[in-house]
């Protein structure tokens, strides 16, 4: 009947991996994970509309705030703020974004190592090249703030290659930083993780097996074999391992991986983030003019670099959702969860100018640090030297077992849209291994005219596919990032 033919086995008591949603009274739903999406994110787009559910575009009435040196600084929430009071650090700040989509434009997205420059930029890190092509000190802040929110991790972490190579993924910098028309434009409706709950529902949820954390993987004989930390075995033909590559070291593998994908597990760590949302009894800074969204370059007083409007579509549960990244990240994990609020209140205080901030209704937060199946987030981070010496392993099948995951993406690399992509051309690999698919669709790009018109290949197709053929089974099991 093909009824067994596909498996997910989910680590967590729930599906969704860092697509999470959380349902109360208080709160209604709240994405404490992946969340936002863009117009240009065409295949997560499509599956949202393959599955029935709504999209909704961030609130972004009223002006954006930048908060320094207790200066607050008001702009139009259609780009990236520039500093139109100052032209020369507004004209610093411009040309080393251009400057940054002209040199990504040098390689291919799916293999950025394949660059004249590969090595150079792999060598030295984001700050490096930040302090060298900036003089100004408020167009350096800022790009050390871009950097810490985009890639959750602090300049000096990552490589320059690792940085435009993000970037370029998420189609340029006026795209990833962008409220309007950007990476943050809009939010499905009732949450993210309903997405992993309809596909879950799509396949059956039969084949869907929770609190199912594996902890070894045998390819020695015909059959691929896992074994889960609550002693069940499964066997199958082919696997496709969805989770973050750091927390694939964790597994046993026999025979041994070869060495040079085991050394790159070992040097492909997470970012680091919380994300914390603080309720209020009315929107008080929509009757400010402000639409909720900020950049905080305070670093010694407050805590949260980026904040946006987390209200409901129709303006219910006002909230101010905001991002603790890299270094503010970890100043965070040293306070308690009562004094983490506290701070935040505080300095929503001073950021949106009103007293009504220190007085919530209600406080969320979700520290990703300590997701023992995620490890951090938003995504993997790349640290000098990594992408040049280990990238193209990255998504390299190892005999019968493929990978999957935002972090195999070779589009919106750290972001759902990139998780999309790359479940979907794993299960092409697998289709092709198959001898189902041809090897020319394999990396075939979904492309779609309207986001309501199906492609050739969708996730839908490739698990009717899947699970209309009785010869060959696999584990799977699909994880999306931010």
């Known amino acids: ?107 291919p997205a799916e293999a950025p190592w394949r660059c004249p420059y590969s090595e150079e930029w792999d060598r030295i890190t984001f700050k490096e090249f930040i302090d060298k092509s900036l003089w100004t000190k408020k167009a ?10 985009i890639l959750t991790a602090a300049p000096h972490e990552v490589s320059l290659l690792f940085a435009l190579w993000y970037i370029k993924m998420g189609k340029g910098t006026n795209s990833i930083f962008s409220n309007v028309n950007g990476a943050q434009d809009s939010k499905f409706d009732g949450g993210s993780m309903q997405i992993c709950e309809k596909l879950a529902e799509a396949i059956g949820n039969h084949r869907v097996q929770l609190n199912k954390a594996i902890y070894s993987v045998d390819q020695t004989s015909s059959y691929v074999s896992v074994k889960t930390v609550d002693c069940f075995e499964y066997k199958a033909r082919y696997i496709i ?136 987030g938003y995504t993997g981070i790349c640290p000098p030297g990594f992408l040049t010496e280990f990238g193209k392993i990255i998504r390299k099948p190892v005999r019968n077992m493929y990978f999957a995951g935002t972090e195999t993406a070779t589009e919106w690399f750290g972001y759902m849209e990139g998780g999309v992509q790359a479940g979907e051309r794993a299960a092409r690999e697998v289709l092709h291994a198959m001898k189902v698919t041809p090897v020319r669709e394999v990396w075939k790009q979904s492309k779609v005219a309207k986001i309501e018109k199906k492609s050739l290949f969708s996730l839908t197709d490739i698990m009717k596919q899947l699970t209309l053929r009785n010869s060959v089974k696999y584990v799977s099991s699909f994880v999306f990032g931010k």
């Open 1 to 107: 009947s093909g009824v067994n033919n596909i498996l997910v086995l989910e680590a967590n008591k729930r599906v969704g991996g860092r697509l999470y949603t959380k349902r109360d009274e208080k709160v209604k739903w709240v994405d404490l994970g992946g969340a936002y999406i863009g117009p240009n994110q065409e295949n997560i787009r499509r599956i949202a509309s393959e599955l029935g559910v709504d999209i909704y575009k961030v609130h972004v009435d009223g002006y954006l705030l930048d908060y320094d040196e207790g200066k607050r600084t008001a702009f139009e929430a259609d780009g990236i703020p520039y500093h139109a009071n100052n032209f020369l650090e507004s004209f610093e700040l411009q040309r080393f974004f251009q400057k940054l989509d002209e040199m990504g434009s040098k390689f």
């Open 140 to 149: 350096r802040k800022m790009a050390y703030l871009m950097a810490n929110d």
């Open 241 to 376: 391992l969805s989770f973050a590559p750091c927390m694939q070291a964790k597994i046993h593998y026999s025979p041994p991986l070869p060495p040079l994908r085991n050394q790159m597990l070992q040097r492909f760590p997470m970012g680091s983030v919380i994300k914390c949302i603080v309720y209020y009894e009315t929107a008080f800074w929509r009757e400010k003019g402000y639409c909720g969204a900020a950049t905080d370059e305070d670093f010694d007083n407050h805590l949260l670099s980026i904040t946006l409007d987390d209200s409901k579509r129709d303006g219910s549960y006002p909230a101010i959702i905001g991002f603790a990244t890299a270094t503010r990240n970890r100043q965070l994990c040293e306070l308690s969860r009562e004094e983490r609020k506290i701070r935040i209140c505080e300095s929503f205080a001073e950021l949106f100018d009103s007293q009504e901030a220190l007085w919530p209704v209600h406080y969320e937060e979700y520290d990703w640090n300590c997701d023992q199946y995620a490890g951090g």
